[in-house]
């Protein structure tokens, strides 16, 4: 019984919620019903939910409120995470979005940082994904009469083909020349191969010889190395290249001595080689997987005891994959964006070829089915350091409401004590105390507060700073709450109440905190609600302009202040378009609420 009770008072508080918002299905009363007498508070709801304009400010910002606060435990953010290749990537879930005319025809796929390149087994060219490398850079603007192609590859930024008379194109980025074709190259009528790498390219032909043209300066590659004429296949990391010869030997293709070229000791016959930015791996003729080179925490060394024998390999950003004997796939490594997570639909399914590249995976099935699996894209894309938007959205709003809401506590509390003492006491009190309010309000805020975070926010850490932004935001924002609260106090004091307390010896400072202030709370809290938006403004200019909470720890701010020049605001609308969406329509509910609750607790304001 008790438990139906519940339910229904719950259902009837949520009825009457949207009720008051949107005005629909609202109950008529009788005469003597709307005559009834009601208490303060009950008619400060009732008046507050009769405002539709302030249900629906209050709804929008409890939502935001509610994501702000819940959200970072589901979306983590990690202040040390950069990305370069993922640098101003558009919103969107677009980066395997494999065109239904490609399934069951999959000729090759290679894998760009944002985009995907692939070749039918009629030689048709496809691409999809965020194809814009830079503002005035495009990979979807291919070069005309290529004819049939039979070879793709995707570098970081650029794309290499080769057609089916073996000639070589070349399109995207060519800063570092590594598009610019040498007529030595043009000239070979014998290539199989076309590698894109970082700022790279290299050519392999069918009598085993590599050529190389591009940023020499960032890639470990030497031109004449000694195993020229015997090389089957070439795999790059991010600066160095990596070769197969024909008779199964891993060998490394640069000048100098290091965690490239010291590779593990007995490996036997090499199947099989692979590239992550950092590291090597090779397959042996056992299906035993060898891995070195930078081998940091992202996992990449950490290879699994697989029960079968893994017969290819392909390497990603910072993971690698693998296909087994019996069609099983295997993946491991770095998986901040599940590409090390091999679905059930791959799982359960027999993969005769398998496409690894940046943060995506194309597993082809014995049917010709491309199934795939890792990074999607972006909901609202991602910043100058390859930060995802929203992730920092969310993060970055928590911290700037915690900001807010201690500064308005600061504030408050501070404004309400000297407001009430002064308004109580009145005499040499009052007038010291407003000497005080007006030279703290004779300050200018902005400027005042730039100097002070100036002074010593070099001296202090990240979360020093955010300490004394709160405390800066609460220290210079009570001078009007305190005029406010002196205001009430003194046409409280005079009343019957206080006298009263006074004649049975209550102690002043019991009149004025547990007699007055309670009669004047509901103008404390429309004050507080009210600042509370412009705290929130206040950061946000203040991380804006550079003097608030600094870099990485997000805020709407300082999201902001990474925006405020003209390339960005041009080339990269995502990058400031939902942050000031988001604070805009924040402030703006808080200020509804705000009126709302004005107007309800002080119906005759609406006159005025």
């Known amino acids: 019984m008790d438990n139906n009770n519940t339910s229904k008072k719950r259902r009837s508080f949520f009825r009457l919620l949207l009720i008051k918002a949107f005005g629909a299905g609202k109950k008529k009363l009788s005469v003597l019903e709307e005559e009834q007498m009601q208490g303060p508070v009950k008619t400060i709801i009732k008046n507050f939910l009769s405002n539709r304009l302030s249900m629906i400010g209050l709804i929008v910002f409890f939502l935001i409120f509610?994501?702000?606060?819940?959200?970072?435990?589901?979306?983590?953010?990690?202040?040390?995470?950069?990305?370069?290749?993922?640098?101003?990537?558009?919103?969107?879930?677009?980066?395997?979005?494999?065109?239904?005319?490609?399934?069951?025809?999959v000729?090759?796929?290679?894998?760009?940082?944002?985009?995907t390149v692939a070749v039918s087994d009629s030689g048709q060219l496809y691409m999809w994904g965020k194809t814009r490398i830079t503002s005035v850079v495009n990979v979807k603007y291919v070069p005309s009469g290529m004819g049939k192609i039979v070879k793709i590859s995707a570098g970081y930024d650029h794309v290499l083909a080769l057609n089916a008379d073996g000639k070589v194109f070349a399109w995207g980025s060519d800063r570092q020349k590594q598009c610019d074709i040498p007529d030595k190259v043009n000239q070979l009528t014998d290539i199989v191969d076309v590698i894109a790498g970082y700022q790279c390219s290299i050519i392999l032909t069918a009598d085993g010889h590599t050529y190389f043209f591009g940023n020499e300066a960032n890639n470990d590659y030497m031109g004449g190395h000694k195993y020229q004429g015997q090389i089957a296949k070439v795999v790059t990391t991010s600066d160095a290249v990596l070769g197969l010869t024909k008779d199964g030997t891993a060998v490394y293709l640069g000048k100098q001595t290091g965690i490239y070229s010291k590779m593990p000791e007995n490996m036997g016959t090499i199947v099989d080689i692979a590239a992550t930015a950092s590291t090597m791996a090779a397959v042996n003729s056992d299906g035993k997987v060898f891995v070195w080179g930078n081998?940091?925490?992202r996992g990449e060394g950490k290879v699994p005891d697989f029960k079968g024998k893994v017969v290819a390999i392909q390497g990603g950003r910072y993971h690698y994959t693998g296909v087994m004997e019996d069609g099983k796939t295997v993946a491991w490594g770095y998986n901040n964006f599940k590409q090390s997570t091999i679905p059930a639909s791959v799982k359960n399914a027999k993969v005769t070829k398998i496409y690894t590249g940046f943060y995506q995976n194309y597993a082809i099935t014995d049917s010709g089915k491309v199934l795939t699996w890792g990074l999607k894209g972006y909901l609202m894309g991602t910043d100058d350091l390859g930060r995802d938007i929203f992730n920092r959205l969310i993060n970055g709003g928590k911290m700037s409401m915690t900001i807010g809401a201690i500064a308005v506590i600061i504030s408050t509390i501070i404004g309400v004590i000297i407001g009430g003492v002064s308004g109580f006491f009145g005499g040499k009190i009052d007038i010291i105390l407003q000497r005080v309010v007006e030279i703290i309000s004779g300050l200018p805020f902005l400027p005042f507060a730039m100097i002070l975070s100036a002074l010593l926010g070099n001296t202090l850490t990240s979360n020093q700073r955010i300490y004394l932004m709160m405390i800066i935001l609460g220290l210079l924002q009570w001078p009007s709450l305190s005029r406010l609260v002196r205001a009430q106090v003194l046409s409280e004091r005079e009343k019957e109440f206080v006298t009263a307390a006074r004649a049975v010896g209550v102690k002043q400072f019991s009149i004025v905190f547990k007699h007055i202030l309670p009669?004047?709370?509901?103008?404390?809290?429309?004050?507080?609600?009210?600042?509370?938006?412009?705290?929130?403004?206040t950061e946000a200019t203040l991380s804006y302009l550079g003097f608030g909470v600094p870099a990485p720890q997000p805020t709407w701010g300082n999201m902001l202040y990474g925006s405020n020049n003209s390339i960005v605001i041009q080339n990269y609308w995502?990058?400031?378009?939902?942050?000031?969406?988001?604070?805009?329509?924040?402030?703006?509910?808080?200020?509804?609420?705000?009126?709302?609750?004005?107007?309800?607790?002080?119906?005759k304001s609406q006159e005025r």
Do not use: H
């Open 66 to 105: 509610a994501t702000v606060i819940i959200g970072p435990f589901f979306v983590k953010l990690d202040l040390a995470y950069t990305e370069t290749s993922q640098q101003n990537v558009a919103p969107g879930f677009d980066f395997m979005s494999v065109p239904s005319s490609l399934q069951g025809k």
């Open 107 to 115: 000729g090759e796929i290679s894998v760009g940082p944002t985009f």
């Open 295 to 297: 081998l940091s925490e």
């Open 519 to 537: 009669n004047v709370i509901s103008v404390i809290i429309v004050t507080a609600t009210l600042d509370f938006a412009t705290c929130m403004l």
């Open 574 to 603: 995502w990058r400031w378009v939902f942050t000031s969406i988001v604070l805009g329509i924040c402030v703006i509910c808080i200020n509804l609420t705000g009126d709302g609750l004005r107007d309800a607790i002080d119906p």
